[in-house]
């Protein structure tokens, strides 16, 4: 059974920084799309960061496009999300998710076929 399991979460002052990981598990996702999303109390949920499957293109919410940087290890079948300069907006549940059938390129909740069960980000002003 295909796994994502999200850490790094965590409480953090407004402008600080926070590094998520996601670490899958029970196949190989190197041919996958990957993918960040988050989801705020009362709202939907949101595509923030994709990636392509050897990490060539990444791709951002404009919310978030020159604060957040996405990567992966294929060898360590690793996804992360480097987060800087947070402010309170990114408050929010994130999740790592995976589609395994392509093209990469997008942010659409509905491409994704698997998830994880997500990690809190808090950002107090």
């Known amino acids: 059974q295909v796994q994502l399991v999200e850490s790094g979460g965590g409480s953090v002052q407004a402008g600080g920084s926070l590094r998520l990981s996601c670490a899958a598990s029970?196949?190989?996702?190197?041919?996958?799309?990957m993918g960040w999303f988050r989801q705020a109390p009362g709202k939907e949920r949101e595509g923030v960061a994709g990636?392509?499957?050897?990490?060539?293109?990444?791709y951002y919410a404009d919310s978030v496009k020159g604060r957040f940087t996405i990567s992966r290890d294929n060898a360590k079948n690793t996804l992360y999300l480097q987060m800087k300069s947070l402010k309170s907006e990114d408050t929010a549940m994130y999740y790592c998710?995976?589609?395994?059938?392509?093209?990469?390129?997008?942010?659409?909740?509905?491409?994704?076929?698997?998830w994880g069960q997500g990690t809190q980000v808090t950002v107090s002003a």
């Open positions: 998710a995976a589609d395994p059938l392509g093209p990469c390129g997008s942010l659409v909740v509905a491409d994704f076929a698997y």
């Open positions: 029970a196949y190989t996702y190197n041919s996958d799309c």
């Open positions: 990636i392509s499957t050897g990490g060539e293109s990444t």
